[in-house]
């Protein structure tokens, strides 16, 4: 048993090490601006570079718009599906699962071919309906994680039974919708956004291909030219992973111990 357990500590500490280690080399890199010296000289270039901050920004709130019109697309179609249409279920989860068969590249070619200035809904010919467009391919690459999170969390509540009970109360479908439906799984539709927002903050192929100024491209752009900055940002986008993930723990937690509300 002892074995067995020292071999599992092993185990355990070499995987650590495979990410701690270069996350640790990252860092000490990033902090030798100075020379002779350690500073936070990088991150203040970083966070002085206004490119960085609009570059940021506008990541945030690209993610922000994709987590919303995600939740609005797949809260209805994943409570849709279980309620009324169980057996098409496999349909929707083969569907849900191919952005992560098609490479993104593929994807945002298709959107060029399908949705350019000469096409029959030219989005790519305005600047708002390219972001429409990049938000849109955020969401496709997102739909594996926030339907399979929905989807998880309609699993620990019996939805028959709160639809059928909110129908003898008189209540139409909106109101069974946003008031039955989503507060009780909304610890599944936090988990999904947590990690929509690190897919959208880390995004470079979609983003660069339709030439809009995202966080992920500004990542290529820095490291292409410096040397310091480079691991500075990987730091901090590490840092917003993390973050992401802490979060999604923290929500699987309330999940467990939260009633079902009816």
């Not at 966070?47 to 990541?59: C, L, N």
């Not at 496999?90 to 399908?114: C, D, K, N, Q, S």
């Not at 990987?234 to 923290?250: C, D, E, P, R, Y």
Request: charged share 10%; hydrophobic share 55%; aromatic share 12%.
């Amino acid at each position: 048993m002892k074995a067995q357990r020292l071999g599992a500590w092993i185990a355990i500490a070499i995987g650590a090490s495979y990410f701690i280690i270069p996350l640790l080399g990252t860092l000490e890199f990033s902090l030798r601006m100075r020379r002779g010296e350690y500073s936070f000289d990088a991150y203040q270039s970083v966070f002085a570079d206004i490119q960085f901050r609009e570059t940021f920004g506008y990541s945030m709130l690209m993610a922000l718009l994709t987590i919303i019109f995600g939740m609005l697309l797949v809260v209805p179609t994943a409570y849709w599906v279980r309620l009324r249409l169980p057996q098409v279920r496999p349909v929707v989860e083969f569907i849900t699962l191919l952005p992560l068969v098609i490479p993104a590249i593929v994807i945002v070619f298709g959107y060029l071919r399908l949705y350019n200035s000469s096409s029959v809904l030219p989005l790519t010919g305005s600047t708002s309906g390219t972001n429409a467009l990049l938000m849109l391919s955020y969401m496709t690459l997102s739909l594996p994680y926030m339907y399979r999170a929905v989807d998880t969390a309609m699993r620990a509540i019996d939805v028959r039974t709160l639809t059928e009970a909110a129908e003898s109360l008189g209540a139409k479908w909106p109101t069974i919708l946003f008031r039955c439906i989503f507060p009780n799984v909304m610890s599944g539709v936090l988990s999904g956004s947590f990690i929509t927002f690190a897919i959208v903050m880390g995004e470079f192929t979609m983003a660069a291909l339709l030439n809009r100024p995202a966080f992920g491209p500004y990542l290529q752009l820095v490291g292409a030219n410096k040397a310091y900055e480079p691991s500075a940002l990987a730091v901090i986008a590490f840092a917003i992973t993390w973050l992401s993930m802490g979060l999604i723990q923290l929500v699987s937690r309330f999940q467990k111990s939260a009633p079902a509300k009816a």
